[in-house]
């Protein structure tokens, strides 16, 4: 077993991303290849391992930082918007494709969503790595 900050960010990814597709709860929704992957955007994605790509992105993401929510994820993946003469203004990225991937890792029993925090406000902070999630992405070689 490798440590996950040892490899590679983008070979990790790609692995990562082969190794998702061979596990059922991680399902290309149709409603996907016909949206943008935000705001930013001007046309829909067109890479077909888009989905899996991004889950394994998501799952580093929350091994690296423990917690993370979807906000924080919106600002990681959105970029700045095209806005003709005027200048150019950051955009986050799309929350559905996001909040479905988490869904997704839930269901497969990677990720939980975080218990209350002390010093934290009350609501829900965030996904969290079980067990079983951190395993999968150590084997990752």
């Not at 709860?25 to 930013?40: M, T």
């Given at each position: 077993m490798t440590n996950v900050y040892e490899m590679?960010?983008?070979?990790?990814?790609?692995?990562?991303?082969?190794?998702?597709?061979?596990?059922?709860?991680?399902?290309?929704?149709?409603?996907?290849?016909?949206?943008?992957?935000?705001?930013?955007?001007?046309?829909?994605?067109d890479d077909p391992d888009f989905w899996h790509k991004r889950a394994g992105s998501i799952l580093r993401q929350i091994y690296k930082k423990k917690i993370v929510g979807v906000n924080r994820l919106r600002t990681k993946y959105g970029s700045k918007k095209?806005?003709?003469?005027?200048?150019?203004?950051?955009?986050?990225?799309?929350?559905?494709?996001?909040?479905?991937?988490?869904?997704?890792?839930?269901?497969?029993?990677?990720?939980?969503?975080?218990?209350d925090i002390k010093d934290v406000r009350s609501k829900k902070p965030g996904r969290q790595l079980t067990k079983k999630g951190k395993d999968f992405l150590e084997a990752i070689n």
């Open positions: 590679n960010p983008n070979e990790y990814n790609l692995k990562l991303a082969e190794a998702l597709k061979k596990i059922p709860e991680f399902k290309q929704p149709d409603w996907s290849r016909l949206v943008k992957s935000g705001a930013s955007k001007e046309r829909p994605i095209n806005r003709g003469m005027k200048p150019e203004e950051f955009r986050k990225g799309s929350g559905k494709i996001i909040r479905t991937i988490l869904q997704q890792a839930d269901k497969a029993g990677f990720t939980e969503i975080a218990k």
